[in-house]
């Protein structure tokens, strides 16, 4: 038996059109997908991108394609599906570690990333460190000093939206229309690493969390924008695909009870009805 535990994101700090291709740095978040991988049978219910993952291991190390019919997957997760919270890389990516421990392997980040994207667009929660991502292919990954520490308030919103949909739309004008703020924004993420100031992270999550509404915009934007000044918090970050929200702050700086009520004032919480005050952490898959 192998357990690993992959974070949730709470969606981009940025993503869009960096570098040259569509890019993304993650949110990791203190909430986990944690996947068991044992001898048995499969789950009549498992999920079947983990078990393709599965199968893409034993591809990966040449072994019998029928040896997937003896593993059996457990995952444990309240990450909410479909509303841009990296719910699903955390369970690929969990899966793909404790497969290779299950079969006696190492597996390094570039390795893991590579992997998953051949399954479908991946966070950079796969990597320890914060990562400059192009999540489509793996081609870049440009990893970011440590990060600064901060609190987000994440508001969940009931609408969802899957990821190969969100790439379904078209997005190439608006993407190049937002790449001269996220040129500024990729910038200012390395600056709030190098510094350690949450402010500066803060204000390149909201350069791209602006250029986003031209793409998928969210709802009533200019008062989540306002709160954020008026609270005189870090920013504000979004699911670029999907619907969750990140107000980005520290809990023993700012009221974050006088936040919620704000949230209801400005009636946003019809929005985003429930609210998880997490930790960002730092991201990476890791054995139990």
Not at 39 to 47: A, F, H, K, W
Not at 149 to 176: F, K
Not at 208 to 233: W, Y
Request: charged fraction near 20%; glycine fraction near 4%; include cysteine.
């Amino acid at each position: 038996m192998a357990v690993a535990q992959c974070p949730a994101s709470c969606g981009e700090l940025i993503q869009g059109w960096i570098l040259g291709s569509e890019k993304l740095v993650s949110c990791p978040v203190e909430w986990y997908s944690t996947v068991e991988v044992s001898s048995g049978s499969p789950q009549v219910d498992e999920r079947p991108l983990s078990r393709a993952m599965v199968d893409r291991l034993l591809q990966h190390w040449h072994y019998p394609a029928h040896i997937s019919q003896d593993i059996r997957i457990d995952i444990q997760s309240t990450i909410p599906i479909a509303k841009g919270m990296a719910s699903s890389t955390a369970d690929i990516a969990a899966t793909a570690l404790a497969t290779a421990h299950f079969l006696g392997h190492q597996l390094d980040e570039p390795t893991l990333a590579q992997l998953c994207v051949s399954l479908e667009p991946t966070d950079s929660t796969v990597f320890r460190q914060l990562t400059l991502f192009d999540h489509n292919d793996a081609s870049t990954q440009i990893s970011c000093e440590a990060q600064p520490q901060l609190d987000l308030l994440v508001l969940e919103s009931p609408e969802t939206l899957r990821t190969a949909d969100y790439h379904r739309i078209p997005r190439q004008p608006g993407l190049q229309a937002g790449a001269p703020a996220l040129k500024r924004a990729w910038e200012k993420v390395q600056e709030a690493c190098i510094s350690q100031n949450p402010y500066r992270m803060g204000e390149a999550a909201t350069l791209s969390a602006i250029a986003s509404q031209m793409l998928l915009p969210k709802p009533d934007f200019d008062s989540l924008l306002a709160l954020v000044e008026e609270c005189d918090l870090y920013g504000v970050n979004v699911a670029h695909s999907g619907s969750v929200v990140g107000l980005m702050l520290d809990r023993k700086r700012h009221d974050v009870d006088y936040i919620k009520w704000m949230l209801a004032q400005k009636k946003l919480t019809t929005h985003w009805p429930e609210q998880h005050l997490l930790r960002m952490v730092t991201g990476g898959v890791k054995l139990q």
